[in-house]
């Protein structure tokens, strides 16, 4: 996303090194590389930032077909970084 982290420094920082994986062309935005510990720890205390600070109770989590399977992959393998991921927000 031009407006976002995407290619923050120029370099995908925060998204799939391969280009054929880092954006979901479908949508029009990036995918983060969840198997970055920088990854985790961004949408974790993001997720801890908005919860502490407003207080709020609960996120959606959307698309997550999309986030359990590799991007651009035809037989859908699961992504085991993503799984990882989603269990550690879940345990937050």
Do not use: C
């Not at 698309?63 to 992959?73: D, K, M, R, S, T």
């Amino acid at each position: 996303d031009a407006h976002g982290l995407y290619m923050f420094d120029g370099e995908p920082l925060y998204e799939y090194k391969e280009e054929r994986d880092r954006e979901n062309w479908l949508w029009g935005t990036a995918n983060f590389d969840l198997g970055k510990p920088e990854v985790h720890s961004f949408l974790i205390s993001n997720a801890l930032y908005w919860a502490e600070f407003y207080h709020i109770d609960g996120f959606r989590v959307d698309a997550v077909a999309n986030i359990l399977y590799w991007p651009n992959q035809d037989e859908r393998h699961t992504n085991p970084y993503a799984v990882d991921f989603l269990k550690k927000l879940n345990q937050t």
